[in-house]
């Protein structure tokens, strides 16, 4: 009986000892996205869930970021080991030039995404019809920590406009952007995110509100020619939010999926299989997600270096980069 009890308890012992060998061989990987009304949120959260249920010993989780700035300041310090951004913020990181100034940080890409769709957006009764109107208006050019404020900034200085003097300026995620206008608190906002984004929508479908967003397209050479080949000209159709009125003619610029020098060759040939191989399930997040395609990955289409792993994957798939 005595060894019987001995026995049970060296079993007992084994599979405890088994089970903290296990907690101890769990990785966590975070996951930087942006504000819960945008387009990096939905789809970063399912990100981690396809990381967390096919990469065993890995536990994926999506953060609430800023966006793009404050997600690559995340992948600088090691707070985090994947974020989203877009290709002008990342080549200023990379760079160390603007937000990260004197601090450059070693970033690699993992995928390019989808293109990020500068939406310049007012509604009826503020008197702005032109980005000229802007003037003396109240507008916001994003949250800090975001590539929306890096881009706004771009965009009002190729309009001519003095983001200091011009306008009366607030710095509002695009979730807080849409109730301070509905409010009547603001007259404009920027926002940079993929079609459609949720709080645009919400914006598009309140009663007695007449969306308006305004076309600047014409303005993509002038930002091309002082800051790089990142911009060019989009459509936002006339069908993708309610009550917007005609195509909007906007700028646009590719979001990538980066991490920092760190990652392995092995994590990063994974994630990029996983989100090629089993796109369907980040495209029920978000539709967005359809444009995750082996076409996109061209190195045109990111500012930075692509990460080995990444290039192995794409390699075998017979993508020339």
Same mark, same amino acid.
């Given at each position: 009986?005595?060894?019987?009890?001995?026995?049970?308890?060296?079993?007992?012992?084994?599979?405890?000892?088994?089970?903290?060998?296990?907690?101890?061989?769990?990785?966590?990987?975070?996951?930087?996205?942006?504000?819960?009304?945008?387009?990096?949120?939905?789809?970063?959260?399912?990100?981690?869930?396809?990381?967390?249920?096919? $990469?065993?010993?890995?536990?994926?989780? +999506?953060?609430?970021?800023?966006?793009?700035?404050?997600? #690559?300041?995340? #992948?600088?310090?090691?707070?985090?080991?994947?974020?989203?951004?877009?290709?002008?913020?990342? #080549?200023?990181?990379?760079?160390?030039?603007?937000?990260?100034?004197?601090? @450059?940080?070693?970033?690699?890409?993992?995928?390019?995404?989808?293109?990020?769709?500068?939406?310049?957006?007012?509604?009826?009764?503020?008197?702005?019809?032109?980005? +000229?109107?802007?003037?003396?208006?109240?507008?916001?050019?994003?949250?800090?920590?975001?590539?929306?404020?890096?881009? %706004?900034?771009?965009?009002?200085?190729?309009?001519?406009?003095? &983001?200091?003097?011009?306008?009366?300026?607030?710095?509002?995620?695009?979730?807080?952007? =849409?109730? +301070?206008?509905?409010?009547?608190?603001?007259?404009?906002?920027?926002?940079?995110?993929?079609?459609?984004? %949720? %709080?645009?929508?919400?914006?598009?479908?309140?009663?007695?509100? &007449?969306?308006?967003?305004?076309?600047?397209?014409?303005? %993509?050479?002038?930002?091309?020619?002082?800051?790089? @080949?990142?911009?060019?000209?989009?459509?936002? !159709? &006339?069908?993708?939010?309610?009550?917007? !009125?005609?195509? /909007?003619?906007?700028? +646009?610029?590719?979001?990538?999926?980066?991490?920092?020098?760190?990652?392995?060759?092995?994590?990063?040939?994974?994630? =990029?299989?996983?989100? =090629?191989?089993?796109?369907?399930?980040?495209?029920?997040?978000?539709?967005?997600?359809?444009?995750?395609? $082996?076409?996109?990955?061209?190195?045109? /289409?990111?500012?930075? @270096?692509?990460?080995?792993?990444? #290039?192995?994957?794409?390699?075998?798939?017979?993508?020339?980069?």
């Amino acid at each position: 009986m005595k060894k019987v009890m001995i026995g049970a308890m060296a079993a007992a012992a084994a599979v405890v000892i088994a089970a903290a060998g296990a907690v101890a061989q769990q990785r966590t990987i975070a996951i930087g996205t942006g504000g819960t009304g945008g387009v990096y949120y939905p789809i970063g959260g399912g990100l981690a869930n396809l990381i967390s249920k096919n $990469l065993p010993g890995v536990q994926a989780t +999506a953060q609430v970021t800023g966006g793009s700035v404050d997600n #690559l300041k995340l #992948l600088g310090s090691g707070q985090s080991e994947i974020g989203f951004s877009m290709a002008d913020a990342a #080549l200023d990181a990379q760079s160390g030039q603007d937000k990260f100034k004197g601090s @450059p940080i070693e970033l690699r890409t993992l995928m390019v995404l989808y293109p990020n769709v500068m939406h310049v957006v007012t509604i009826d009764g503020t008197g702005i019809n032109s980005m +000229a109107d802007m003037k003396g208006k109240r507008v916001s050019t994003g949250s800090p920590g975001s590539a929306t404020e890096v881009m %706004a900034f771009r965009v009002i200085e190729a309009a001519g406009l003095d &983001k200091d003097k011009d306008m009366k300026r607030e710095r509002l995620g695009v979730a807080e952007s =849409v109730n +301070a206008i509905k409010d009547r608190k603001i007259d404009a906002f920027f926002w940079v995110g993929g079609l459609p984004t %949720a %709080a645009v929508t919400d914006l598009g479908a309140t009663p007695g509100v &007449k969306l308006k967003l305004i076309d600047h397209d014409d303005l %993509a050479p002038k930002m091309n020619a002082k800051y790089g @080949p990142l911009y060019s000209a989009k459509v936002i !159709g &006339k069908s993708v939010y309610p009550n917007q !009125g005609p195509d /909007n003619k906007a700028t +646009a610029v590719w979001n990538v999926l980066l991490t920092n020098d760190k990652m392995s060759d092995k994590d990063a040939y994974d994630i =990029v299989k996983l989100m =090629v191989e089993k796109k369907a399930d980040l495209v029920a997040v978000h539709k967005e997600a359809e444009s995750f395609s $082996l076409e996109n990955q061209v190195k045109g /289409n990111s500012s930075v @270096p692509w990460h080995p792993g990444a #290039l192995k994957y794409f390699a075998e798939k017979g993508v020339k980069m």
